[in-house]
């Protein structure tokens, strides 16, 4: 169905193309991700996801290492995986689909970007290679509460996700992907040690 089938155009050109990209975001609400919510009723879609980082983003800037701007860390987290429309959601412990994740992410940042007026297009993609770099303590930041996010989930679903997968993920591969905090935000990271330390120990993670 074309999405723009009852789209009445302003008679500008830059404001239709605001509002069709407005259209096209909205399909962060059907990109599903394999976290649950933490009632446990469905899964939550990308939409929410950057939602809830991005509010987190406002709350744990005490617990860097480094100073950081938060409002410029939840541009980031608002924009980070708006790709994932065209490209789609890549589970964190998927080692197939990760070989492929850069060069699909890249193709869908040229199709979505390329829809907006210049700048705007500069802007926004400026925000989505600065969080993909992972250079910048706000990007750092960034990424730590992107993956902090879904961890957190996980020990509110009794290792849903850990325990969902084909092959049931193990210890090592948590901590790897955790190990960002260990530097970044350490006193988080002792939090997060801890919730592996339980979930190993009530099997939601294999040791």
């Not at 239709?16 to 399909?27: A, E, P, R, V």
């Not at 879904?150 to 325990?163: A, K, S, V």
């Not at 084909?166 to 939090?191: G, N, Y």
Request: net charge negative.
């Amino acid at each position: 169905m074309d999405m723009f089938r009852d789209f009445i155009p302003s008679g500008s050109v830059r404001l239709d193309q605001l509002l069709k990209f407005s259209i096209t975001i909205d399909k962060m609400t059907s990109v599903l991700r394999r976290n649950l919510l933490i009632d446990r009723s469905r899964r939550e879609n990308d939409a929410e996801h950057s939602w809830h980082i991005s509010v987190m983003a406002l709350i744990f800037a005490e617990f860097a290492v480094e100073k950081v701007d938060p409002l410029h860390a939840v541009e980031m987290l608002l924009v980070h995986d708006l790709v994932e429309i065209y490209a789609g959601d890549t589970f964190a412990y998927d080692v197939e689909g990760y070989k492929t994740k850069a060069e699909r992410e890249r193709k869908a940042a040229d199709k979505l970007f390329s829809t907006l007026p210049p700048e705007q297009e500069e802007h926004i993609r400026s925000l989505w290679q600065e969080f993909e770099s992972r250079t910048t303590p706000d990007a750092r930041y960034a990424d730590c509460l992107d993956k902090l996010q879904p961890f957190l989930h996980n020990t509110m679903t009794e290792g849903h996700t850990w325990r969902a997968t084909d092959i049931r993920t193990v210890r090592a591969q948590v901590e790897k992907r955790m190990s960002a905090l260990e530097d970044f935000m350490p006193e988080v990271h002792k939090w997060v040690v801890k919730n592996i330390e339980n979930a190993v120990s009530r099997n939601w993670l294999r040791k």
